[in-house]
């Protein structure tokens, strides 16, 4: 079938469906904090307000920004424009502007009152936080982008920024960026101070992390406010010979074996329970964990993976494994942020002003999983890129009809009670939204 091509100036979007997501945020009352913020001003007259520049951003993150450049995906949507009720849309530079004016004193007085005023919307106690740290390669300039531990690009300048993670509702709890040359633990103290702060009155029931932050002065700070910890033990030599010297194991399957004792390093004043989990290789071949370095000349621990975890739980051994396995979630976060969300590509030259522009995508994130639990009523994860083409990738286009105005959506009868209902269900929905722990 040859096609002929024609125009129309009907005013049509893509997005239509991002209306949802508009609508839930107006039910939480977004403007209201947005207006308590001390946001920087544009500087001119003619700019766009901050407000604008916000709420225009994150809507471009959810329809599949993940640089600035892609941010020009919502500029040309009048219907995006209308919902919004913006007078015109902004660029791209628009936007690296306005980051560029925060730095880190502007950033602790935004997004402190921001997160909390969030987790205020969130009735949950009791939780896990999982902390980890990743990797942002760049190619440019940047401040901050230095060489260190980068091991899908070694010799890269990157970033190595902090994150903090509610595993029951699966969130965002703090973001911090930090030069590439930066260790894992590096600030970590402070870090979870503005966690902590971040999240208000909630009750931290459990904290987990990962090797880099086998530390001395974790372990301290996690004992000193009575929170209970299981956090992955790095294979010192010490740690070795505690292993090599156990014949205490519990066969919990074929392959699989467990320990439980006291560790006391030579930099501690007390001793710590250890969980020792032991894996047979032919038996579990996709097996976790490290041969044992010391001993590899000795054939049977060349058979063996280890992990080692230390906890002041008083759960059982098996639990404390299961528990430190779930951890493995925050990974996936970090994986969503960064190929869903351009977690690791909105950068500007400022450092802090990339953390800011972080920091508002970690806001769309959220956001989008509150959406996922209260408006899909559903605790299944679907992948942003799902629920993108899924739901918000709707044709649709804005008419009037006496003093009303209509949205018309482009969806197949099948697709239109379902729709209906997702409608019915941000008008219905009401903070604070509660979270079985």
Known sequence: MDLKIDFTD????????????????????????????????????????????????ITSVWCGA????????????????QFWGFDKMAGHKSF???????????????????YQWFFNKL????????????????????????????PKKPGRLSHHPLMAFIADCKMVANYWQRSGDAYTSNNIESFLDDTFEKLGKKKIGLFRADSGFYDKKVFNY?????????????????????????????????????ADTNYKSPNWQDSKR???????????????????????DEGIYRKYRYSCFITNLNLPAEQIWTLYRQRADAE??????????GSSSFNVNGFYATEAALNFVMIAYNIISL???????????????TLRYKIFAIGGYIIQKGNQRILKLSLDMKRREWFTGLWMNTNNIKAPFIFDS
């Open 123 to 150: 009735q949950f106690d009791n939780f896990t936080l999982d902390v980890d740290s990743t990797i942002h390669t760049r190619y440019g300039s940047q401040e901050g982008a230095k060489k260190g531990y980068n």
């Open 222 to 258: 996690l004992e000193k406010k009575s929170i209970n910890y299981i956090i992955a033990a790095r294979m010192y030599a010490p740690i070795q010979h505690n292993i090599a010297s156990r014949h205490n194991w519990l066969k919990m399957a074929d392959g699989l074996e467990i």
């Open 66 to 81: 993940n640089k600035f450049e892609h941010t020009e995906v919502t500029r040309q949507d009048e219907v995006i424009r």
């Open 332 to 341: 996936n976060r970090i994986k969503e942020l960064k190929y869903d969300f």
């Open 274 to 296: 250890m969980i020792i989990i032991r894996q047979y290789v032919p038996t579990r071949p996709k097996a976790t964990g490290r041969t044992l370095s010391l001993f590899k």
């Open 371 to 385: 959406f996922r639990q209260v408006v899909l009523n559903t605790k299944v994860h679907e992948q942003m890129k």
């Open 10 to 57: 009907k005013e049509i979007s893509p997005w239509s469906g991002v209306y949802l997501l508009k609508k839930m945020l107006d039910r939480m009352e977004f403007d209201e904090i947005l207006s308590a913020l001390n946001l920087p001003e544009t500087g001119s007259n003619r700019g766009y307000h901050p407000h604008q520049l916000i709420k225009q951003f």
């Open 96 to 114: 690296q502007r306005f980051f560029s004016k925060f730095d880190l004193s502007k950033n602790q007085q935004v997004f402190t009152p921001l």
